[in-house]
């Protein structure tokens, strides 16, 4: 039985339509209008996290950032790699970290090359005398009207980052980890339900979930768990770098259930509690925050 304090989630955030924007990838915070709530104001910890080190890709924005802040406020170090072009994303990301009284790291780099993803690992291994949570959620995507017009050099990028991206940080890491050690990666509901314009990083997302799957059955014998996200329509800094007009803006989100699109926030539990001890039982999985649209 409900106490009457229940929020209405169609309701919970910003429910009006963005306003027309366009900006190139990687989308930046600053231009993102309007600026996606990452929690800074409503995001409460509880210790549920607390002396893990965790290394997020993609932090310093978007998802990334939510999930930075909530694992600080879980009491967890955190450092976070990101693109050279994002920096003052990076630097506001690690003061929000920081001001919790943990460790704040930027990584800057492209994980496209195979030797910066390996190198950024080994940093934060080094810098936070190991890690237990990997969140491997950096991505990108581009809008196409129809399939003829797939660049193989879009493409590329899509496979490499969405990919490589995700593999090669894995593989370093994986022979570090530590009995309760949690890999999170990120995927989409494109995994389960492509768009024609987005069809090359329907295909990421797709490969990421067997990726998750299958590195979870050599995972667990270990005692390190291995999931995924899928998260549906998300306000950060990627949807007005993703070439879509005003109209498809506006309307973005609203065909879910809720009716709205999410909030980088209502993604950070999710995270929070696949890196947990709560999740102990969890591995192989993948947890839609999708507004309700199913897998
Ligand atoms: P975002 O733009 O805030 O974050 C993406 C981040 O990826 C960037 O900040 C950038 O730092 C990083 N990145 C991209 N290319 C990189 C590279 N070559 N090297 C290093 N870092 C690189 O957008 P977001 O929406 O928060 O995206 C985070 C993840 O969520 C992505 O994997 C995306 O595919 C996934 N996702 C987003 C949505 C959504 O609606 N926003 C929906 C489903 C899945």
Do not use: C
């Not at 209405?8 to 366009?22: G, I, K, L, S, Y």
């Not at 997020?56 to 999930?67: E, L, M, Y």
């Not at 943990?102 to 690992?121: C, Q, Y």
């Amino acid at each position: 039985m409900s106490d009457g304090n229940a929020t209405d989630p169609r309701h919970a955030h910003r429910e009006e339509p963005a306003p027309p924007q366009q900006q190139d990838q990687p989308g930046k915070t600053g231009r993102t209008e309007p600026t996606p709530d990452h929690g800074e104001d409503r995001y409460v910890g509880h210790g549920r996290l607390a002396g893990r080190r965790a290394l997020i890709t993609g932090g310093d924005s978007g998802i990334g950032r939510a999930v930075a802040i909530a694992y600080a406020r879980e009491g967890a170090d955190v450092a976070i790699v990101h693109l050279p072009e994002e920096q003052k994303d990076a630097d506001d990301t690690v003061r929000l970290i920081t001001a919790e009284d943990r460790r704040g790291i930027s990584i800057p780099g492209d994980l496209r090359d195979e030797a910066f993803a390996e190198d950024a690992v080994r940093r934060a291994l080094d810098e936070l005398g190991g890690l237990d949570i990997l969140v491997l959620n950096a991505g990108y995507q581009h809008d196409i009207d129809e399939f003829p017009q797939l660049r193989t050099e879009d493409m590329r990028r899509v496979f490499e980052t969405n990919l490589l991206g995700t593999v090669i940080p894995a593989r370093t890491a994986f022979p570090e980890l530590e009995p309760g050690a949690s890999i999170i990666v990120t995927a989409s509901i494109q995994a389960f339900q492509p768009s024609p314009g987005l069809i090359d990083y329907a295909m990421t997302k797709a490969a990421q979930v067997a990726f998750v799957k299958a590195l979870a059955e050599e995972a667990g014998p270990r005692g390190i768990r291995v999931n995924a996200v899928a998260p549906g329509p998300v306000w950060t800094p990627l949807i007005p770098a993703t070439g879509w007009d005003a109209e498809k803006l506006a309307h973005f989100g609203t065909d879910t259930p809720i009716g709205r699109p999410g909030q980088p926030v209502e993604l950070a539990g999710a995270y929070v509690y696949l890196a947990s001890d709560e999740a102990s039982y969890v591995s192989g999985a993948v947890l839609p925050v999708t507004g309700g649209k199913p897998l």
